[in-house]
């Protein structure tokens, strides 16, 4: 289709243009105002200028065609799917001594669903699913009411579909090659189911489905193949849509609309479930929670990656993965103060300056350092064996520190074992002046 400059500013008295779309097939569309309402309309009409007689009447049937379409579905009122761009009026005019036909239908607002697909890849993305399944969804609101009606589409492609992301609102355009069953005894619904599911394929693969080869067939019996991970649920419909046997495909759309919705109410428990399990993970984290927690919420982000939820999981998993990781390297780092390592080990905890925990050991390794130093060498390699075996004592965990804390409590009694002799240096030298701050916090830290 091609754009030409206007030849007319104004149709019929009523519907202003500035530009004309001529197509090989049905002739010429205005994207017009009606200035009796001012709403924007899209007329079809024939090319005024097709010297071919055979594609004029061509196009005038195509016309036909989509305006019969278009009133039986208009005629079920309320009832009618929002997604399909309704007829706004139609009539003969004369042009050259011939009386040619014309219809106003809505303008599809919107990006068509190519461009959508397109503005993904150049992001380095594929359709999310949550878009592909309300986008395939409304369309098959629209199939599903014309094949109860005796009509078969039979021009289901990405080009003919708008989508308008503010409203989640699908618009299905062009009903020229419509069919009607009461007309053709070989008219199948099967077709659109076929063509539904090559759409499927298209939006998920970023790919024109290409049937395999009847030889190829025989010998494989396969005749989709995904390049994509797909639930298995979805798989099935999209395979069961592509059957290269009508009679093996659903029935018509309502039976694959039905599939579809039944797939979409267990992908959202599914969803939901992950979600928990996640928050579920966040509340007392270790690696093996987070680690699972992780793979449910690759489900969630396949469905839907821009979802706020999903993103906002992501940053509560990703710092949980990261106080973790500090942990572990905080840990080996009281590890090396366990062997006596006060000056290497000060330094590294210096990098974990935010952390309360790094800043107790850091102090505790300080005050080491600093009551070291008034110390003869021999006293003060005495006084760091034991203060790294009160380390490696704490790192036992908090009961051990409440141990500590009674013992300080109950100074008359005296240490026996040699546990209780680290013990007592350890409440000898939390009594100390420099260190009688850090008890508290590390209580809090460990408890």
Sequence with gaps: MTNQPAQFSLFLNRYSYDSIKVGSKTGETLMAIDEETMQSVVVKRPGLTQPNPDLLKSSQAD????????KALGSLGSNTPPALCRLVDSGDFVDHELKLRYLVLEHARGTPVPELVDQYRQAGQLLPERLVLEITTQLLDVLAAAHRLGIVYNDVKPDHLYWEDARAQLKVIDWGNAIFMAEDAKASPAEDVFQVGELLYYLIEDAIYAPPVPGALRESREWVSFTQHLQPGLKRIITRSLNPDPAQRYEHAGALQRDLSEYRSSRRSSLAEAQLEIKQALVAPNREKLEHAYQRLEEIVSFDAADPQSQKLKQELDAAWGAINRQQQLKGIVILLSEGEWLESQQDLQKYANEPEARFWSDFANSVIVEGRSMSPEARRDFERRAAAVVKYMLQGPQKLNEILAVLENQGSQPASPDNR???????????????????KLYRLLR
Excluded: P
Aim: glycine share 8%; hydrophobic share 50%.
């Design 422 to 440: 680290l013990l007592g240096f350890a409440c000898e030298y939390f009594n100390s002046a420099l260190l009688a701050s850090t008890l508290g």
């Design 63 to 70: 016309l036909l065609r989509e305006e019969k379409a278009l």
